[in-house]
């Protein structure tokens, strides 16, 4: 019984773990970033710390059909660059 016990909430600390970690990637904290991402222009500094915030995330991003072409652009590279961000390699 105490062996089942201690796996249950092995199970419950994993589940929530990864809960946790999925609830930091939102991909609407990047909204404030839209313009440099969409047309290339000079990002600002809430933009960069959204991005540095959310750099841990960018593959998921990558790999989700619905942003993927905005993070692969080159003007995603240019704002990441211009922010001091490392492009990631997925």
Known sequence: MAKATAMLVLVVLV??????????????????????ILT???PSAS???SLRA????FCQYARNPAYA??????????????????IPRC
Do not use: E, F, H, M
């Open 15 to 36: 589940v929530a773990a990864g809960g946790a970690s999925a609830a930091q990637c939102d991909a609407s904290n990047l909204a404030v970033c839209a313009g440099p």
């Open 40 to 42: 290339g222009s000079t």
């Open 47 to 49: 933009c960069c710390s």
């Open 54 to 57: 959310q750099r841990g995330c």
């Open 69 to 86: 072409v905005y993070i692969k652009s080159a003007n995603a590279r240019k704002t990441l660059k211009t922010c001091g961000v490392a």
